[in-house]
């Protein structure tokens, strides 16, 4: 069975920097990380689950919503299973629960969406404030 577990959240002022980690295990050891496109998407109080950047199996493969791009990055390291997503010019309006998202299918605009991810994890909460 995938796990994903996200971590890396907490309080920080405005402009200041977090970095999230999404780690995906398996226990049955029959799935391949490097095989999955993952992503990210928060959900703040009274709010739809919305994208914030995709990660394709190869590094080319990345997208970013509009409100996060150029702060927000998003990477990945296959060897230990972990996705990331490193924040920086964080604004209050940033505070949200953050989900990482696995899925099989390719990178396409679809990642964009909630639809293709077969896992998600808990969610790791990150809140901007002074």
């Known amino acids: 069975q995938v796990q994903l577990v996200e971590s890396g959240g907490g309080l920080v002022q405005p402009g200041n920097s977090l970095r999230l980690s999404c780690v995906l295990s398996?226990?049955?050891?029959?799935?391949?990380?490097?095989?999955?496109?993952m992503g990210w998407f928060r959900q703040a109080p009274g709010q739809e689950r919305e994208f914030v950047a995709a990660h394709g199996v190869s590094d080319f493969r990345r997208d970013y919503a509009d409100s996060v791009k150029g702060r927000f990055t998003v990477s990945r390291d296959n060897a230990k299973n972990t996705l990331y997503l490193e924040m920086s010019s964080l604004k209050p309006e940033d505070t949200a629960v953050y989900f990482c998202?696995?899925?099989?299918?390719?990178?396409?605009?679809?990642?964009?969406?909630?639809?293709?991810?077969?896992?998600w994890g808990q969610g790791t909460q990150v809140t901007v404030s002074s």
């Open positions: 398996d226990r049955t050891f029959t799935t391949y990380f490097a095989n999955y496109s």
């Open positions: 998202a696995a899925t099989r299918a390719p990178y396409s605009e679809r990642l964009r969406t909630t639809e293709p991810y077969d896992y």
